[in-house]
């Protein structure tokens, strides 16, 4: 996931993943976990797409777009400390619904 993000930030697409990157880097230096607050949220607006497969619904850029608009570490660290419990193989799965793409 590391990867896609740098790619977005690389290509400036969407521009917003910059916008995101630079105020999160504001608020901690820590880049590595800028990147992962970043991927958290795309992994949620693609994620539903890939399990869908034939049936998947287009991507939703705006909502994607919108969600890193509005990214800080503090909302990403309240999504991510208490909206994933481990299940008995370790595995994290969310305790909320995914986001559903629109168009």
């Known amino acids: ?3 896609v993000i740098e790619n977005q930030l690389a290509e400036n697409e969407p521009p917003e993943a ?3 990157l630079a105020r999160l880097l504001k608020e901690d230096p820590d880049r590595h976990e800028a990147i992962h607050a970043i991927a ?3 992994i949620k ?3 539903p797409n ?3 497969g034939a049936n998947a619904q287009p991507f939703d850029s705006e909502g994607y777009r919108e969600k890193l608009r509005n990214l800080t570490f503090d909302s ?3 999504v991510a400390n208490h909206s994933f419990k ?3 193989g370790g ?3 969310s305790n909320e619904p995914l986001p559903r793409g629109g168009g």
Do not use: E, I, Q, S
């Open 1 to 3: 996931m590391h990867a």
């Open 18 to 20: 910059r916008g995101a």
């Open 40 to 42: 958290d949220v795309f």
């Open 45 to 47: 607006y693609y994620f």
């Open 50 to 52: 890939l399990k869908a």
């Open 76 to 78: 990403w660290r309240r």
């Open 86 to 88: 481990p299940t008995a």
């Open 91 to 93: 595995v994290f799965r």
